[in-house]
Nanobody, 123 residues
């Protein structure tokens, strides 16, 4: 089992940057695929980015070229660097963890979730 704690959200102007962090408990962090999802008010939770246990990476089309996911297994932490932020990026961002062998892009693929960190991008 793993526990996740998201942080790093805040208020930023359009075009700005934020870096989200997700700290994980447990000694098997390196075995997990880690993902970021987001949920805007009134909308369903959507996939943002994933990094597998072997560091294969995938992004949602809406964030490609602007967001970068990375992990530091020594620190049990996954990061989401968000650049060139847009008002439509406003949402609560959640990190998630999975032991599944394949990379998942659906929320149902993930068993463990952080509490979420809000990101607001003003125009």
């Amino acid at each position: 089992q793993v526990q996740l704690e998201d942080s790093g959200g805040g208020l930023v102007q359009a075009g700005g940057s934020l870096r989200l962090s997700c700290a994980a408990s447990g000694r098997t962090f390196s075995s997990y695929s880690m993902a970021w999802f987001r949920q805007a008010p009134g909308k369903e939770r959507e996939f943002v980015a994933v990094i597998s246990w072997v560091s294969s990476i995938d992004y949602a089309d809406s964030v490609k070229g602007r967001f970068t996911i990375s992990r530091d297994n020594a620190k049990n932490t996954v990061y989401l660097q968000m650049n060139s932020l847009k008002p439509e990026d406003t949402a609560v961002y959640y990190c998630a963890a999975s032991l599944a062998a394949r990379i998942g892009v659906q929320s149902g693929d993930y068993r463990y979730w952080g509490q979420g960190t809000p990101v607001t991008v003003s125009s």
